[in-house]
């Protein structure tokens, strides 16, 4: 039974997206654009619009370490240090541990003065990397595991230096060997009729400025989704890899769930999960795959706050046989009941606020969002709501001693009790 169809029907209809999902299995595939590629021309989004895919760039920066392994030129396990002389980098980092984030370099995306300065100034690729090597480190390389998009960035490097060419010189033979020719790097070739990214505060807004060169190596790349799904399945194939280097890329340290080389691995119930998120000012993508049952996922939007996480797991549970309900359809003539206005609390603290019909939250990284919600059904105790520019619903429920929120995103769910005064 094809349940994918309808609910991307629905989601068209109530028209709170905007992106492109994609979903294959096997030879199945469902593709479908939604919203707005340009706000401001009124350009819509297509299957093959490019967005920004944030940190799922990484995997192709991997990859081309693993083909300079394979060429005989670096070794996983040697020390960096003699390789780039014009770095002052610890004396045991090797780039094993900077592809599974292993290496305890700090992550210049996760600094204070990141969103405020930061993203907006121009930096070489050695500015960069000089600056945060001059912080300590989190941990001694190899001992534990810490999230770094600068890792990434001294990966690129590297490359540079062995390979003997541009980074996006050796990015683009590679693509192009691959017949990936709608990837891009953005710092050497912006793609044509990209989408632009929104942020959503009540309405949509431009995006934070960032200069690219801040994502050199690590979140650089634009992708339209069905170039992404090729990526995917010719990773998978190892076609850029030999044998050894290809379950490399996909293999964890001992076997957990962590990082992989460029991607996220985990134990699903019917074999591995290999996933990755991306998230770069004023767009978020999603990629989820299980490689046993030959099925990958793929969620790209232009506006920051859309939970693409949750869109990607609900495509792979509808293709499993889970049902889901997508988000109704606003009823015009109804506005939201004054007694679902107030402050809302979950049991993990998260909290939520609803006033005037417009509610209020905090997403990923603790970030601010507002959106106004439309009423789908109403009665003296019962209200369902849909965010009017992202893919959720609300639920409220009242009875004689309190008010009872449920958030939906997909198959997510997320309960709040209301703060009585």
């Known amino acids: 039974m094809d349940l994918l169809t309808p609910y991307l029907e629905q989601l068209s209809a109530a028209g709170n997206f905007s992106g492109v999902i994609l979903a294959a299995e096997g030879q199945r595939q469902w593709l479908r654009a939604y919203g707005l590629a340009d706000v401001s021309s009124g350009r819509a989004m297509t299957p093959d619009t490019p967005l920004r895919i944030g940190s799922l760039s990484k995997s192709f920066t991997a990859a081309l370490i693993l083909q300079l392994v394979d060429q005989g030129r670096l070794a996983l396990e040697q020390p960096l240090r003699p390789l780039l002389p014009q770095l002052d980098l610890p004396a045991e980092i090797t780039a094993g541990q900077l592809l599974r984030h292993r290496s305890g370099l700090a992550n210049h995306t996760a600094l204070p003065d990141y969103w405020p300065d930061r ?7 050695d500015q960069l990397l000089n600056d945060m090597l001059a912080r300590p480190l989190l941990f001694a390389p190899g001992s534990d595991c810490a999230y770094s998009n600068t890792g990434y960035a001294l990966l690129a490097r590297l490359a540079e230096t062995v390979g003997g060419q ?3 010189v050796q990015l683009r033979q590679m693509l192009d060997s691959l017949g990936l020719s709608s990837i891009q790097d953005e710092m050497a070739s912006p793609a044509a009729d990209a989408a632009r990214g929104y942020w959503l505060d009540s309405a949509w807004t431009e995006a934070e400025p960032l ?16 170039g992404l799904l090729r990526w995917w399945r010719a990773a998978w194939r190892g076609d850029a890899l030999s044998p050894a280097s290809r379950d490399w890329m996909f293999a964890t340290e001992d076997g957990a769930d962590d990082f992989a080389a460029g991607w996220h691995r985990e134990h699903g119930p019917q074999g591995p999960l290999i996933s990755h998120i991306g998230d770069v000012n004023g767009f978020i993508a999603a990629l989820y795959a299980e490689p046993a049952q030959d099925r990958c996922v793929i969620v ?7 939970d693409a996480w949750a869109l990607a797991e609900t495509m792979a549970g509808l293709l499993d046989g889970q ?20 402050d809302y609390l979950d049991a993990e603290g998260g909290e939520l606020s609803i006033r005037d019909g417009v509610a209020r939250m905090r997403r990923r990284y ?6 106004p919600l439309l009423a789908v059904s109403s009665t003296s105790d019962a209200c369902e709501a849909i965010a009017d520019r992202v893919p ?16 939906h ?10 703060l009585m005064v």
């Open 300 to 306: 790209l939007s232009n506006l920051a706050q859309t």
């Open 119 to 125: 993203m907006r100034r121009r930096w070489t690729p």
């Open 211 to 226: 200069d690219i060169s801040n994502g050199y190596g690590a979140y650089s790349l634009s992708a339209a989704a069905p």
């Open 409 to 418: 995103c997909g198959q997510s769910r997320r309960t709040y009790r209301k």
């Open 392 to 407: 959720e619903q609300l639920s409220f429920r009242r009875d004689a001693d309190n008010i009872t929120l449920i958030h």
């Open 166 to 168: 541009p980074f996006a």
């Open 366 to 371: 603790g970030v601010a969002c507002s959106c």
């Open 323 to 342: 049902e889901c309900a997508a988000p109704g359809l606003p009823a015009p003539e109804l506005t939201l009941p004054a007694w679902t206005d107030g």
